[in-house]
C-alpha cells in the first residue's frame, strides 16, 4: 500500500473483507449431529496437528499442516480509525496521526480455525487496542513524533509469523501549529512552522505567522517571499504594508515602490503617499525619480495627481529643464490646485527660460491673490521693465510705495527708471520723497539741487546745496552753487560769506579773491577789505594776489606802514619785481626816510642799471638826504 496523508485512507481493499478466504465459508446443511460427536471431532484434528508439528520433519510437517484448517497466512485486519471501520492488507502501511485513534476489531486468516493468533508491536501493547479505541500518543506517551515513527504490526499462529502491517505516525501542520506557539525558542519556532507549512502549503495563517517571525528576527528575505505568497492569493493592506517594509530593510527600492503603488490601489492615504515620495527622492536620482513619475503616473490615485505634478515640475526645475517645468505647473493649476505659490514658481520658471511675456502674466495672476506680497510686485516691475513696458513698470513701482512708502529699493528703481523716461517732473517728485527719506544723502540733495536749479527752483535749490555744505564743510562744489544761487536770489551777504569760505577752500582759484577785492572796491569799503585781506594773508603769506589786495587797501586809507610792510613782503616773493621796489622807494621817499629809499632803488639799478627812472630818483634823494644832514 503506497503511503498517504492522514485522513484519506484508500487501504488495499475497498470491501469489508476479501474476496476469496476472508470470510468464513457458508455452513453445509447437513443432518443435526449430537453436540458431542463435533466437539470430539475437532479435538481430534487438533491432535493429529499437534502430532504432526512434533514428530515429523519440517518439509512433512509443512505439508501436513497445510492439509490442515490452520492459519497459514494473515489475509486481513480489520479495525475503526477514528470510529470509521478500514481494512488492512498484508504488508501495507496506513498514515496515522498521534491524535488518532485505532481499535482492532478483527484478524481475519486463511484457517477456518484462530486459535494460536496472535497480534504483536515492539513499539505499542496491541491488547489496549483490542479493548477499546486507543489514541497512538496515550499508547506512546514518550514519543514526541517530532520525526515520523513506523511501527510494526505483526500476527502470528503460534509463535510462527503469517503476515504484517505497518503505520506511519508522523505530526501534521496543527500539530507543528501548537509546539511553534508553545515554544519561547526563536530558532524551534521556525522549524516548527516551516514543518507545518510544508504540511500545509496553503495555510494562509501559518505563512503569515511565519512571515511574522522571519521579519521580526531579521530574516528579511524569506519574510518577503511569503509575504509575496499571501499577496498573490489576496491583496491585504496589512500584508503589503508588511512586505513593504521587509523590501526597504533589504534596501530593495525597485520593489519597494512597487509595493507602494499597489498599496495605493487600496488606500489613498495622505501619509503614506508622502512618505512614498521622500523614499522615492532618497533612493533614486532627480532623474530617475521623474521617469518613475511619468511611467507610473496613471497607476496612481487621481487624488495625488496634483501633487505628482507639482514634484514633477520642482524636479525639473532643479535640473533646469524650464520648459518641462513650466509646463509641469501648468497642468497642476489645470487639475484644481489652488496654491498662489504655484503660480509664482510658474512665474519663475517662464522667466527663467527667457519667457518674459508668459512669466509676467503668471505673476501678474499670483499678485491678484496674494497682493500684499511686495518682493513679487518687485519681481513683477523688474519683467516689465526688462520687456521695455516703462509705463507698466512705473506703475507698478508706485503701486509698491502706495503700499510700502517707506520702500527705499522700490524708490529707487523708480528714480532710475524716470531717468530713463527723462521725466523731470517725475523724478524732481521721486526725488523729494527720496530726500525725506534720507535727508543725509548727500547724492540725493545734490540731485534734487540740480533738478530745481534746472527748473530756476532758486531757494529749493539753495536748500539741498545748503544741506550738502551742512554735511560737508570742505565741499567745494555745492559752494559754487550756492554762490551762484545767492547772486541770483539778490542775497549780497549770503554772496559774501560765501565767496570769502570758497577762497578759503580753494585757495589755487584767484577768482574768489578777486571777486571779495572787487566787492569791496566797489562799496569803498576799504577798511573792511583790509581786514578781510589781513586774515588771508596770515592762511596764505606766500599769496602775491593777497600781498596786493591788502596793499591796495591799506593806500586807500592812507596806512604807509602797513603798505610798506606789505610791500617787503611782495619784494621777498617776487624780489626781481620793479614795481614793487619803485613803490617802496616812493613811500620812503614821503616819509622822509631817504637811507630806505635809496636802498630800493639800488636795488632797481642792480637789476637794471639803465633804468633812466630809477638813475634820476637816486640823484635827486640822493640830494635831498645830503640837504638834510646840513646844518640850519
Not at 502501511?93 to 508491536?121: A, F, H, I, K
Not at 514543518?195 to 531579521?218: I, M, R, S, W
Not at 510686485?377 to 507698466?392: I, N, T
Not at 523708480?414 to 523724478?427: F, H, P, Q, W, Y
Amino acid at each position: 500500500m503506497a503511503n498517504k496523508r492522514r485522513g484519506n485512507y484508500p487501504y488495499s481493499i475497498e470491501r469489508t473483507f476479501p474476496q476469496a478466504a476472508a470470510t468464513r465459508r457458508p455452513p453445509i446443511k447437513k443432518k443435526k449431529r449430537r453436540p458431542l460427536r463435533a466437539v470430539v471431532m475437532v479435538l481430534l484434528l487438533i491432535l493429529i496437528g499437534s502430532i504432526a508439528v512434533l514428530a515429523f520433519s519440517s518439509g512433512a510437517r509443512h505439508s501436513v499442516v497445510s492439509m490442515m484448517p490452520f492459519p497459514k497466512k494473515l489475509v486481513a485486519l480489520r479495525l475503526t480509525h477514528n470510529s470509521k471501520e478500514v481494512i488492512l492488507m498484508p504488508g501495507s502501511q496506513g498514515v496515522m496521526n498521534p491524535r488518532d485513534s485505532l481499535q482492532l476489531l478483527e484478524v481475519q486468516t486463511d484457517g477456518w480455525l484462530s486459535w494460536g493468533t496472535q497480534v504483536t508491536s515492539s513499539d505499542l501493547d496491541v491488547s489496549q487496542m483490542r479493548k477499546a479505541p486507543a489514541a497512538i500518543r496515550d499508547l506512546m506517551p514518550h514519543e514526541s513524533f517530532e520525526t515520523p515513527k513506523t511501527i510494526e504490526v505483526k500476527t502470528l499462529w503460534w509463535g510462527q509469523p503469517i503476515g504484517e502491517v505497518s503505520f506511519l505516525v508522523q505530526l501534521d501542520a496543527k500539530d507543528w501549529l501548537q509546539k511553534a506557539n508553545a515554544t519561547t525558542d526563536v530558532e524551534r519556532r521556525i522549524v516548527y512552522l516551516e514543518k507545518a507549512l510544508k504540511e500545509n502549503p496553503g495555510n494562509v495563517l501559518v505563512k503569515t505567522q511565519l512571515a511574522g517571525v522571519y521579519f521580526d528576527n531579521k530574516k528579511y528575505d524569506p519574510a518577503a517571499r511569503l509575504y509575496e505568497e499571501i499577496d498573490e492569493s489576496g491583496k491585504s493592506k496589512s500584508i503589503l504594508e508588511r512586505l513593504l517594509l521587509a523590501y526597504q530593510a533589504r534596501n530593495r527600492v525597485d520593489e519597494a515602490l512597487k509595493t507602494y503603488l499597489e498599496l495605493f490601489k487600496l488606500s489613498e492615504d495622505p501619509d503614506a503617499f508622502k512618505e512614498f515620495l521622500q523614499y522615492l527622492q532618497k533612493h533614486k536620482s532627480k532623474d530617475e525619480t521623474v521617469k518613475f513619475l511619468e511611467k507610473n503616473q496613471q497607476d496612481l490615485p487621481k487624488a495625488f495627481q496634483s501633487s505628482v505634478l507639482l514634484l514633477l515640475a520642482d524636479l525639473s526645475a532643479q535640473t533646469k529643464n524650464w520648459s518641462k517645468a513650466s509646463a509641469a505647473y501648468e497642468k497642476a493649476i489645470k487639475a484644481g490646485v489652488k496654491d498662489p505659490d504655484v503660480l509664482y514658481n510658474l512665474a519663475v520658471t517662464y522667466q527663467q527660460g527667457e519667457n518674459s511675456d508668459k512669466a509676467t502674466q503668471a505673476l501678474e495672476q499670483y499678485l491678484q491673490k496674494n497682493p500684499g506680497d511686495i518682493k513679487s510686485w518687485m519681481q513683477l516691475a523688474a519683467l516689465q521693465e526688462k520687456k521695455g513696458a516703462l509705463s507698466q513698470a512705473r506703475a507698478t513701482y508706485e503701486t509698491i510705495l502706495q503700499k510700502n512708502p517707506q520702500h527705499k529699493e522700490a524708490l529707487l528703481k523708480l528714480v532710475s527708471l524716470l531717468e530713463k523716461m527723462k521725466d523731470k517732473a517725475g523724478l524732481q517728485a521721486a526725488y523729494e520723497k527720496l530726500a525725506q527719506m534720507q535727508p543725509k544723502n548727500r547724492t540725493v540733495q545734490y540731485n534734487l539741487g540740480i533738478l530745481y536749479y534746472e527748473g530756476r527752483k532758486w531757494d529749493k535749490a539753495a536748500q539741498c546745496f545748503e544741506a550738502i555744505a551742512a554735511l560737508d564743510p570742505r565741499d567745494v562744489e555745492s559752494r559754487k552753487y550756492l554762490l551762484d544761487l545767492y547772486r541770483k536770489m539778490k542775497n549780497e551777504k549770503g554772496e559774501a560769506e560765501m565767496l570769502q569760505t570758497l577762497a578759503q577752500l580753494d585757495p589755487k582759484n584767484p577768482n574768489y579773491y578777486e571777486a571779495i577785492y572787487t566787492s569791496y572796491d566797489e562799496k569803498k569799503d576799504y577798511k573792511g577789505m583790509v581786514t578781510f585781506f589781513r586774515n588771508a594773508v596770515q592762511l596764505h603769506p606766500e599769496s602775491v594776489a593777497v600781498h596786493n589786495y591788502l596793499l591796495y587797501g591799506q593806500l586807500k586809507l592812507g596806512d604807509n606802514k602797513g603798505a610798506l610792510k606789505e610791500l617787503e613782503d611782495l619784494i621777498r616773493l617776487q624780489p626781481k619785481e620793479k614795481k614793487h621796489l619803485r613803490q617802496a622807494a616812493n613811500l620812503y621817499e614821503t616819509s622822509g626816510d631817504y637811507p630806505e629809499a635809496l636802498k630800493k632803488l639800488d636795488q632797481i639799478l642792480k637789476l637794471d642799471p639803465k633804468d633812466k627812472e630809477a638813475k634820476e630818483d637816486y640823484l635827486r634823494i640822493k640830494m635831498l638826504a645830503i640837504s638834510k644832514k646840513k646844518p640850519a
